[in-house]
């Protein structure tokens, strides 16, 4: 699928929750069509002069009911099912709201075959966890059921089908599981609410009034509690008809067969009747320039441009490809032109224009930016020039032959990467493009039809919808800030920037790559030899570590891996990390790594970095950790050498000015509020260090200590650290070892000067048995976060065959949480609980859980906590736990991921993770329900702490803490 229609079908309105939702569109001068009329049952392919992707097999059953099945090997021997119901909350009636997503709830709560209660078992019987290879979401004009199954022989395979066909037409609403499962939905609602969404719920309600679009897939607290068995039941009965679903198989499966277990799943599968086309969903109010004062709590301010068009919807084509380029070319440029903007003035933390003026249920064009506080008007009022310049005199011929140079590179990377896509990703792309109303074409046609289509992308037409969008009269002005200004101050601050008179962009040249002198190659003779062991079980796709030292001492590591075709990693890991350092260093290094994320590669700037980041087609990072620093590059294989050159060039020659100290101390403010006065964020933060004791290693940086480093102390201290080593080079994926080993060499041969590590140990981690912490924040949405741990160590060479069963242990404590808390209590959406040990920290670890509620329910889960203990487990309650963890593990050792993770902590931390990797598997098979139970009260009886952080003014009003009177 095309980078353009991509990028149109995966952008989700802000105002929609639940899901991604899709960009589906009737316009006004099409009144006489229903809404989602393009949803006729057809494929996309069979009303369009593009052609379909051959590899993909597509069908249809006498009902209607459409199939396609996408060979794909990632992960081997699994695959995906997808059931793409086309019908979402849109089809929903104004006392209806939240219903098609409180339906997608009820496919897990007894269906035909599964009675209530007994299908989460049977998934996790079968090797999928729930959540995690059993999965649904609900969007505006859809409903996805997602199944990624453990194998691919018929049983299973008629197995998953089943489930999917209940899906479809057997769901049964028993009236005792739809009361109970509104306390699900209700706490899912709690959780996915915060500070950002309420805000663009807010904004949401002003732009879209009076239509369809305001409404949440997660419907009203007031629709949602007046659902019954019988309301519920009828609205699926109406929806759910087989000419609007597609069933979608990508993995390691052929067509035939799925074709024929398809035919049998579904074929008598009927819905008497037409299926229906939802009421209308309104048109937004097109009525000239308005303004928007939204009073935030936030550090900093917001400021966003949007500028409004009809609704269209046109059929896929070439016409309207071509259409979509040009439009994506507008958009690189003008979002080029926001970052030189921002290079140039340092106006804000970041700058975003999106172009979707032809495109999506709500055609917008929206430019946003994040400022520091007092920031808006300075901001807003570039944001008007910049507007006024590009719709005056368009964008340069250098400027649009950039962008068209920058999409035919991600068109070329598809081609080299899709055999590596996984079957999740694959399928999620499918039913995006499918609800689209877009061609399920191959990347090699994509890539044809944009050397078809570019020669047509003149400056003149360009620039023309240049003028359209950018010129547009219909804009809404919002300004979010703590002590907003009025809408008066808004529309006069647009016009005066408007009104300013700006030269045309002149022409600019980007420096060259690489612009340090390139080292000479290595003679093959003089290259180390490699040694080489097989990291991989028998059984499985070989993955061979090999490794060298160079003549100065540099160790290479090259790290070859067959999952994800196109994609490579290189790594250059020095010194032994900020841990066992004082207090302030750490802070020192926490700094560094915030202004070198706002620099590019070495001396090139971020702005000119961008481009040879579109040529590698990943990017690059560097960052001080506990364990060691590290600059990490990712992108294209075919494009190794570049790779290599970004990292050598970022760790030869660091550059570090004062605007990126600026920009990152302002980034650190604009997040100050977040961090310390919301659930969420507190949570994340302050939550995990009370459990280590406070230590400073692990907190993250705050404005007020990167306010107290200097610039040349931040030079210093990067200079400095690379003269610790060792130095190791780690290039992985899709590569060539000797290839690997001989750039390594040529680019680091010669850079290692590096002194022996500070060995000083870290200061031991300090539990805080028996402590009882309490956070209030002033937080405006109404959430708690309750965290329990119970510390039980690990040594780093402790038995394996322990450290299996506490893992068990901590599966069967998660599902319990989920039965009691989740599904019982209704009091949380996804209550999780771990064993997490650190062998680099003397084997510290902790079992640790969270539940994540409201106010209203937050004592009585802080009571089930305090009252938790120990039972019995069963054989069947641990083979059940023990499948889904196995599947896991099976599917992560067929990722490059995982291999690199290992490799990169074993050489971090001097452990041997790789070693270790290779017996887990086994030990959690021979874990016996004895050995299960003692691990569980051996945890639940260690020495225990609680955290928990309430929101003291959820709706405005003062909240009582767990434990205190509600």
Not at 105 to 134: E, V, W, Y
Not at 142 to 164: F, W
Not at 829 to 844: C, D, I, L, T, V
Request: proline share 6%; net charge negative.
């Amino acid at each position: 699928m095309p980078i353009f229609r991509f990028m149109a079908a995966s952008v989700a309105l802000a105002g929609c929750l639940v899901g991604s939702p899709v960009n589906l569109y009737a316009g006004p001068t099409q009144t006489s069509l229903a809404e989602a009329f393009w949803y006729d049952g057809k494929w996309a392919h069979e009303h369009s002069d593009l052609s379909a992707d051959p590899a993909i097999t597509f069908g249809r059953l006498p009902n209607g009911f459409r199939y396609a099945v996408i060979p794909n090997a990632n992960p081997k021997g699994r695959v995906s099912l997808y059931l793409d119901v086309q019908a979402g909350s849109l089809m929903e009636k104004e006392d209806e709201l939240g219903y098609a997503h409180y339906v997608e709830h009820m496919a897990f709560n007894g269906t035909r075959n599964f009675p209530p209660g007994s299908l989460i078992p049977f998934f996790q019987k079968h090797g999928m966890s729930f959540g995690g290879d059993t999965n649904a979401h609900t969007a505006w004009t859809e409903t996805v059921y997602k199944l990624n199954l453990a194998g691919t022989d018929k049983e299973t395979l008629t197995m998953g089908l089943t489930i999917l066909r209940d899906f479809a037409d057997g769901m049964q609403f028993d009236p005792k599981e739809v009361e109970e499962e509104l306390g699900v939905i209700l706490a899912e609602k709690n959780h996915r609410d915060n500070e950002a969404m309420q805000s663009r719920r807010q904004r949401s309600a002003e732009l879209y009034a009076g239509t369809a679009f305001v409404n949440e897939p997660i419907g009203t607290e007031a629709c949602l509690n007046a659902v019954t068995s019988e309301r519920l039941s009828a609205f699926y009965r109406k929806w759910y008809h087989p000419e609007r679903m597609i069933l979608v198989a990508v993995g390691s499966v052929t067509a035939p067969e799925v074709e024929r277990l398809v035919a049998e799943a579904f074929g008598d599968m009927k819905n008497t009747g037409p299926a229906p086309a939802p009421q209308a969903w309104g048109n937004p109010r097109l009525e000239g320039i308005r303004a928007i004062s939204e009073q935030r709590a936030i550090s900093g301010e917001d400021v966003s441009v949007i500028l409004h068009f009809p609704r269209v919807h046109q059929r896929d084509s070439q016409k309207n490809q071509l259409e979509q380029l040009v439009d994506s070319v507008v958009e690189y440029c003008m979002q080029r032109r926001l970052q030189e903007r921002d290079q140039r003035d340092a106006l804000w933390n970041n700058g975003r224009f999106m172009n979707r003026w032809r495109q999506g249920l709500i055609p917008s064009a929206v430019m946003g930016v994040n400022t520091h506080a007092s920031g808006w008007r300075d901001s807003l009022e570039a944001l008007a020039e910049e507007t006024r310049l590009a719709a005056t005199h368009g964008f340069t011929d250098q400027e649009i032959a950039q962008a068209l140079d920058a999409l035919k590179k991600t068109f070329a990377r598809r081609v080299g990467q899709r055999s590596g896509m996984s079957n999740t990703d694959v399928a999620d792309e499918f039913v995006r493009t499918a609800n689209a109303d877009f061609v399920q074409t191959s990347p090699a046609a994509d890539l044809n039809l944009f050397e078809q289509l570019r020669k047509d992308v003149k400056a003149k037409t360009v620039n023309a919808v240049a003028r359209k969008v950018l010129g547009g009269n219909n804009l809404t002005l919002v300004v979010g800030a703590a002590v907003p200004p009025d809408q008066q101050e808004i529309l006069q601050t647009w016009k005066s920037g408007a009104a300013r008179e700006l030269a045309p962009v002149a022409r600019r040249e980007s420096p060259a790559f690489p612009y340090l002198p390139v080292p000479r190659e290595t003679p093959a003779k003089a290259l180390p030899a490699m040694e080489s062991r097989v990291l991989s079980l028998p059984g499985e796709q070989e993955v061979r570590l090999y490794q060298a030292q160079l003549r100065d001492g540099t160790e290479v590591y090259v790290l070859p891996l067959p999952f994800e075709s196109g994609k490579a990693a290189v790594q250059v890991l020095y010194g032994a990390g900020y841990a066992a350092q004082p207090d302030a260093e750490i802070a020192l290094a926490q700094t560094a790594a915030a202004v070198l994320a706002e620099g590019g590669i070495g001396k090139i700037s971020r702005l000119d970095a961008q481009k040879i980041v579109e040529t590698i087609g990943g990017t690059v990072k560097e960052s001080f950790g506990a364990q060691g620093a590290s600059i990490n590059v990712d992108g294209d294989s075919r494009r190794l050498e570049l790779l290599v050159q970004a990292a050598w060039t970022q760790f030869a020659d660091p550059q570090m000015d004062a605007a990126a100290l600026q920009k990152a101390r302002r980034k650190l403010e604009a997040q100050v509020r977040k961090k310390r006065e919301t659930v969420a964020e507190v949570a994340k933060t302050d939550g995990q260090t009370f459990f280590y004791g406070g230590a400073r290693r692990y907190r993250s940086l705050e404005p007020e200590e990167a306010a107290g480093f200097n610039l040349a102390d931040v030079r210093d201290f990067v200079a400095n650290a690379r003269k610790e080593g060792p130095l190791r080079v780690v290039i992985s994926g899709d590569v060539n070892p000797p290839q690997a080993l001989a750039l390594a060499a040529r680019y680091f041969g010669g850079l290692n000067s590096v002194q022996p590590p500070r060995t000083n140990a870290p200061a031991a981690l300090a539990f805080p048995a028996n402590d009882k912490a309490l956070v209030k924040v002033p937080d405006t949405v109404d959430q708690v976060v309750l965290r329990k741990a119970w510390r039980l160590d690990f040594p780093a060479d402790g038995d394996r065959a322990v450290l299996a069963a506490r893992q068990l242990a901590a599966a069967t404590l998660r599902d319990k949480l989920r039965r009691d808390l989740r599904e019982r209590m209704g009091a949380s959406y996804s209550p999780s609980a771990f064993y997490r040990n650190m062998p680099a920290e003397n084997g510290y670890a902790l079992l640790q859980v969270e539940v994540g509620t409201d106010n209203a329910q937050s004592g009585d889960v802080a009571a089930y906590l305090e009252k938790l203990t120990p039972w019995d487990i069963g054989a069947t309650e641990l083979d059940r736990l023990r499948a889904p963890l196995l599947t896991s593990l099976k599917s992560g050792r067929a990722s490059s991921q995982y291999w690199q993770r290992l490799l990169t902590a074993e050489l971090n931390m001097g452990l041997p993770f790789l070693q270790w990797a290779n017996t887990n598997g086994e030990e959690l098979a021979k874990v016996t329900p004895e050995e299960a139970t003692a691990a569980l009260q051996e945890l639940l009886q260690a020495p225990a702490a609680s955290w928990t952080v309430i929101s003291t003014q959820p709706g405005g009003g003062e909240a009582a803490a767990p434990g205190e009177s509600l």
